[in-house]
């Protein structure tokens, strides 16, 4: 799964894009038109949780590949790539200045819905040559739906806030429109800014998306903390945890995501699956044989597991249970996969 973060010059999605893969600023700075790619770890507290219970050798996050794009400002062949790569892209994560965050982010909401409009309007040439040369029912059906996607463009709605049939989201997604994609704003604010998130809500609230504050100098100054250290001025700054982390969860939640656990004293690993994934399908993100040879999934909820202390403590209360092929596998579910080879 690909996120691609961006914004104007100065707004500090480079920074971010930095803590949050491990790439060097210094860099990323050398070489401003190009993209640059980078993975980032979702530090996800219930890992934390089970890796105090289980000791293990090894303990996994999720991963994201995150891709930084040139800044938005950008002209001529560097614009035409952002546009691009936003595309291709499965969720798009906008970074705005605090001074002007309402005003930037309704300009890029702008600037994604002209362009979605502009595809709406190609498309609906398109089928109207087509219809002159055969005339086809379907081509007709898909006419009216780009007649309504072009009406809600055009009242400035974005097309994720629009209802679609499944058949309909089929044919409308073949267009990689930009609307349709989820979005994650984050506000670059200073420090002693960060206790007012009303702009955040007020954002979140107008365009549906979620929005969050996130002070890059502070989160750079928390990251070249020692561990010990770092717990040690979140406490006294009143935080529970860098704002980053919760940033790559927005993200996650956003691309349709959700995680479940594998525990022991090996390792201790989150895996990524899509939401509503049966049983067999969460299996096969481990290795396809499960996938293929799947006979049943050992089933223990995290809440459980954490509140009575041990795998022995949960089959005693009768919280254990076997799940079969038609499980929809639910966020949070530490699993055991029983499979033949």
Avoid at 217 to 232: A, H, V
Avoid at 322 to 336: C, I, R, S, T, W
Wanted: overall charge negative.
């Amino acid at each position: 799964m690909k996120v691609h973060i961006l914004g104007l010059p100065q707004a500090g999605q480079q920074e971010f894009f930095s803590l949050l893969t491990g790439v060097k600023l210094d860099l990323i700075r050398l070489k401003p038109l190009e993209i640059h790619p980078g993975v980032c770890e979702v530090k996800d507290p219930r890992i934390q949780k089970l890796s105090e219970m289980y000791r293990p050798k090894k303990t996994t996050y999720a991963r994201i590949e995150y891709f930084l794009l040139p800044d938005f400002a950008s002209t001529g062949p560097a614009k035409a790539l952002i546009f691009s790569e936003l595309r291709k892209t499965d969720e798009i994560c906008w970074v705005a200045r605090s001074e002007n965050a309402q005003a930037e982010i309704a300009d890029f909401v702008s600037e994604m819905i002209l362009n979605d409009l502009a595809v709406t309007e190609k498309r609906l040439e398109t089928i109207k040559l087509e219809q002159r040369r055969k005339f086809l029912e379907a081509k007709e059906k898909e006419k009216a739906l780009m007649d309504l996607c072009k009406k809600e463009l055009e009242n400035e709605t974005p097309l994720r806030q629009i209802t679609f049939n499944p058949e309909d989201l089929k044919t409308i997604r073949g267009l990689n429109f930009l609307t349709l994609k989820p979005w994650v704003f984050v506000i670059n604010v200073p420090e002693d800014q960060l206790a007012d998130d009303s702009s955040a809500r007020k954002i979140s609230e107008k365009y549906g998306y979620p929005c969050l504050q996130v002070s890059a100098g502070l989160e750079e100054e928390i990251s070249r903390l020692s561990e010990s250290e770092r717990k040690e001025f979140m406490k006294e700054m009143g935080i529970s945890e860098p704002a980053l982390h919760q940033m790559t969860r927005l993200v996650f939640e956003g691309l349709g995501l959700i995680s479940f656990f594998t525990v022991g004293q090996d390792e201790v690993r989150a895996w990524p699956i899509r939401k509503n994934s049966h049983a067999p399908e969460a299996g096969g993100a481990v290795h396809s044989d499960i996938e293929k040879g799947f006979i049943r999934a050992e089933l223990i909820k995290y809440q459980d597991l954490v509140t009575l202390g041990t795998e022995a403590k949960v089959k005693e209360a009768g919280k254990f249970s076997l799940k079969g092929k038609d499980y929809l596998v639910e966020d949070g579910d530490v699993l055991n996969f029983r499979f033949n080879t």
